[in-house]
């Protein structure tokens, strides 16, 4: 990591100082010291591009031939710029050089503790592409067992989702116009689970565990790209593709939270291995001194691929992106990595374990830690007890991509992390122009550009209002992505759907722009922008 | 702290009163951050930057030079009288001249800039949008000290109506606006901003023949001032101009060649930026300074500097090899003591809204930029300055440049659509 002044700052204020000093001399000398300086910036940049250009001409043949092209004496620039690859590295490797990380205070620390949440709910919302009222097959006052089916979408009504838990089903609750916004299930002390006959995955056809999947409640788990829907029956993914580590901000450490689930991990790799066309792809982590841990290196069955870089590196669109770029004909499937035990818990253990190791962070909260609960937990049970402050503001997910929610309210389905961040509704006078610490920033114009190791305490204030788009480069700067996001946000507002498709909308969804939403000086929603985008493709196509 | 807040907080005119409100508005979020939160589907937490910091940190890097032109524009014009010759001499009357020059300039152009900004911000119904504090205070620094402050208005109002409201408000113009007011000072009226006459403030002719202008009242308050302290005064003023005195600014004499040139400024002096010129772009150093917290801050585009200088060089190059007349034959790195090239480098040309948004597009249209304002520089009899004409006939074509690069990514995601496809 860089710390303090970069070694460009020192080099260019250097040049500076000399030539100021120069010129000031009393012969005079000044005037020629700086036709000097001009001649040798002059001359050191026609000798870079003679350079490069040769350089590049020689890897060109090199590639035509078929020779190794790192065979040329001089690095490349990127390069030069490379951060040494980390020895635990074997196979395919992508460093991203672009990104930032918000490092803010309350991570999670280990070990992992039981949760005490006693309600559990299903939210029809939390899968994208059901519709709003989807049939719910219990009544209040039912009791289930963990893997009954609670609900389907009318649309597609072999996709069944499951309870996660055991008990009585103690509430139906709706939301705008009628719409099913959770099913409450109020846990039973000892848990039961409705008996599974898994097929083996290593003889069976692909129909048939696609049918066991759809009736188990696995299907549930699928995400398809593009547009980051549920997964549709017929679908045949050119690829499947996982995450294993979360750079957003205060993510919970996937090594922890996978600690002994090894073996319904493999399990469920290798059931996705026989949905998919094309292959498993896993995305491991090359950031850290250490190696991630052996469940996700030593997976077998699977194609790997090491990311090095800050955030957005961890999120599965960035990965795919540089694996295999989802276009207008191809498709993929993303899961999590505990949706992927969960997956194989099916076939391992004959039953729906929807456990879930979730994060509990936020420097709002008195201790933040890694709790182990069930899919769809009570968010209030799960914090009992925990707030340092009750101006707060409790998001399921993370900062940047999360969803505000109450205490009332339930994990949502996907989530394995919960931040409670302070609600920052103060004025701040002259908040624009003095010089602050005590907000992370992506912009060098802050002094904590230049204390890249400082840990922040943010809070919701916009800092700032709503502009028109002034700043440009600023999005391309913190997405690893071959991507204009900024051009694209503009086809999305003026429904130019030819450049919002050629721009590579299919690539995105919400997580990948948020970091850039965050850093936007001008304060443009470009998560919403995104979904109305994604939502208008997916319509259309 | 509060109850200086509630006393603010009961000045706020009703909703109904538009205009007053949206004054109201853009006075107090100038006090305050407002405390709005986040609201979702989105982010939870935002980043300290916002628009109101990108452009202070531009108006902090023209800081110096603003001192430096109030400096210039005082020394100049007792330069021409034969006075206080050398740098340090009469620094106070300088100063205090420099001063009566700018302040009016500077005032006009924020208030009638302001005023129009604020009246469209009231109809449309939006906060005020901070675009025009840049540009606010570009513009002065972009004049020369003698215009009239009538057709300072005037080229404000026609630039920031049709230039920037006609287009809907900051972020939407093509072109930038401070350009576009000088470019219609430039076009309107050609004989305040051009020739060897307008460059030095202060200075009347009549008959071919230059004398100082008679002071007025402020110079006389300032002598009240000086009188007090013992100080040097102005005067009544009314002297003839030296006889040495030529009020050409160096690109004007360069077009008969380098030794022209430094026949009346050393390149020192061009360097340090004590000759007549635009109130701002006379001192290289104090730009280069400024342009160097612009890249440290992220806030101003390096590629777009970078490249604009290696176009000029090039060309400059290019010339030198030609060598048709004595301008061309000026050793392409004088170029760089002459002009405005580091000012309109430095702040016109990484304008963000009018520059290309691409990388790829800002090395070509900065390249573009100095290679064209050096054309115009050299090839123009006119008007021996391109660097205006340059950055605005390249803003028109930021568009296209942006539009080939943003078509090729769009290629590039095709090919290898049509590769996976089969």
């Known amino acids: 990591m860089k710390k303090g002044f970069t070694r460009l700052h020192l080099i260019t204020s250097f040049l500076f100082l000399y030539q100021l000093a120069q010129a000031q001399s009393p012969s005079g000398s000044g005037s020629s010291n700086f036709t000097m300086l001009l001649l040798a910036i002059v001359i050191l ?53 672009k990104g930032h990380n918000i490092l803010l205070e309350g991570s999670a620390k280990g070990p992992v503790v039981a949760g005490n949440a006693k309600t559990f709910a299903i939210q029809p919302p939390n899968f994208r592409g059901v519709s709003a009222i989807p049939k719910v097959e219990v009544e209040v006052g039912d009791t289930v067992k963990a893997g009954d089916h609670l609900l389907f979408d009318k649309k597609n009504p072999a996709i069944k989702y499951v309870s996660p838990v ?9 939301g705008e116009r009628r719409s099913i916004a959770s099913v409450v299930v109020l846990a039973d002390k000892e848990q039961q689970y409705r008996k599974l006959d898994a097929p083996n995955p290593d003889t069976c056809s692909r129909e048939e565990l696609v049918n066991f999947l759809l009736d188990s409640g696995g299907w ?23 995450s294993t580590f979360d750079t957003a901000p205060l993510a919970p450490d996937l090594n922890v939270v996978m600690e002994g689930r090894g073996a319904a991990f493999q399990r469920g790799l290798e059931v996705l291995g026989k949905l998919t066309k094309g292959k498993v792809w896993l995305g491991l982590d090359a950031n850290g001194e250490n190696p991630p841990s052996s469940i996700f290196t030593e997976a077998k069955g699977v194609a790997k691929c090491w990311f090095s870089g800050k955030h957005p590196a961890g999120n599965v669109g960035v990965q795919i992106h540089h694996i295999a770029p989802i276009t207008t004909k191809t498709t993929a499937w993303t899961l999590g990595v505990q949706d992927v035990a969960t997956l194989g818990a099916l076939f391992t253990e004959g039953r729906f374990n929807a456990e879930r190791v979730v994060a509990l962070t936020g420097a709002e909260l008195k201790q933040p830690k890694y709790v182990r609960t069930i899919i769809g937990a009570n968010i209030g049970e799960l914090l009992d007890g925990n707030f340092a402050n009750d101006h707060v503001r409790i998001i399921s997910g993370d900062v940047l991509s999360g969803s505000k929610t109450s205490s009332e309210s339930y994990l949502n389905y996907h989530d394995d992390q919960v931040t409670v961040v302070e609600e920052g509704d103060q004025l701040e006078m002259f908040g624009w122009l003095l010089p602050d610490l005590s907000t992370p920033s992506a912009s060098k114009a802050l002094p904590g550009h230049h204390f890249p190791d400082t840990v922040y305490k943010a809070n919701t204030n916009m800092h700032g209002e709503k502009r028109a788009f002034v700043v440009t480069g600023q999005y391309e700067e913190l997405l690893p992505m071959d991507i204009y996001p900024q051009h694209l946000m ?7 759907y030819e450049k919002i498709e050629g721009l590579g909308i299919h690539e995105l969804i919400e997580e990948d722009v948020a970091l850039c939403e965050f850093a936007c000086t001008s304060k443009q929603p470009l998560q919403q922008i995104l979904r109305e985008g994604l939502d208008m493709v997916h319509e259309q196509g | 702290m509060s109850t200086f807040l509630e006393k603010i907080k009961k000045l706020e005119p009703p909703k109904e009163k538009r205009f007053l409100h949206t004054l109201y508005d853009g006075f107090f979020t100038f ?30 890097a023209l800081q110096l030079c603003y001192v430096f032109g109030t400096y210039n524009i005082g020394h ?36 009638v800039g302001l005023g129009i900004e604020f009246f469209y911000a009231a109809k449309k119904g939006h906060g005020i949008e901070e675009g025009y504090l840049v540009t606010g205070a570009l513009i002065p620094l972009i004049m020369p000290p003698d215009i009239p402050l009538w057709i300072l208005s005037l080229s404000i109002a026609f630039a920031v109506i049709l230039g920037k409201e006609a287009f809907g408000g900051t972020g939407m113009n093509i072109v930038n606006i401070a ?47 000086f009188n007090g302290l013992g100080w040097a005064t102005f005067g009544e003023g009314g002297r003839a101009i030296a006889d040495a005195f030529t009020g050409a600014t160096p690109l004007g004499l360069a077009s008969q060649g380098w030794e022209q040139v430094t026949a009346v400024y050393s390149p020192m002096q061009m360097f340090w930026g004590v000759i007549p010129g635009s109130i701002g772009e006379t001192s290289k150093p104090l730009i280069i300074v400024g342009a160097l917290m612009l890249i440290a801050t992220g806030i101003a585009s390096w590629r777009i500097m970078l490249s604009c200088l290696v176009g000029a060089v090039f060309m400059a190059m290019a010339f030198n090899w030609w060598g048709f007349d004595a301008f061309m034959n000026v050793p392409w790195y004088y170029h760089f003591y002459m002009g405005s090239f580091w000012f309109a480098v430095a702040f016109m040309a990484t304008d963000p809204v009018t520059a290309s948004s691409t990388n790829t597009g800002k090395w070509i249209y900065g390249f573009s930029i100095g290679a064209l304002g050096i054309i115009i520089r050299i090839m123009n009899p006119a008007y021996p300055e391109g660097w205006m004409l340059a950055i605005l006939f390249m803003n028109v074509f930021a568009p296209l440049i942006d539009h080939f690069v943003v078509e090729s990514n769009i290629k590039r995601r095709q090919k290898i659509s049509a590769a996976a496809g089969n």
Not at chain 1, 228 to 233: E, L, P
Not at chain 2, 86 to 104: D, E, N, R
Request: charged share 20%; with cysteine.
């Open chain 2, 31 to 60: 006090l305050y951050v407002p405390d709005h939160t986040t609201k979702g589907p989105g982010v939870h937490i935002l980043d300290r930057m916002d628009l109101k910091r990108t452009m202070v940190m531009v108006v902090l």
């Open chain 1, 220 to 242: 549930a788990l699928l995400r398809h790209r593009p547009f980051d829907v549920v997964a549709n029956t017929n679908d045949l993914p050119d690829n499947i593709f996982i």
């Open chain 2, 76 to 111: 100049q014009h007792f330069v021409a009288l034969g006075m206080h010759t050398s740098f340090m001499a009469g620094l106070h009357l300088k100063l205090a001249y420099g001063l009566i020059k700018l302040l009016p300039l500077f005032v006009v152009s924020m208030v």
């Open chain 2, 179 to 225: 350009l576009l007011s000088r470019v219609f000072v430039f076009f309107a009226y050609p004989t305040t901003i051009s020739g060897d006459q307008c460059w030095v403030a202060g200075l009347e002719y009549a008959g071919g023949k230059g004398v100082g202008e008679t002071y007025g009242w402020a110079q006389h308050f300032f002598d009240w001032i």
């Open chain 1, 490 to 496: 503009k086809a999305i507002l003026t429904n130019d």
């Open chain 1, 166 to 174: 055991s008990g009585e089903v103690i509430a139906v609750n709706r």
């Open chain 1, 45 to 97: 940049i026609a000798f870079f591009i003679i350079i490069r250009v040769s350089d590049n001409l020689v890897r060109i043949q090199a590639g035509k031939s078929g020779d190794d092209a790192s065979l040329t004496p001089l690095p490349g620039v990127r390069d030069l710029f490379k951060k040494s690859v980390p020895t635990y590295v074997k196979g395919k490797y992508v460093a991203l050089n």
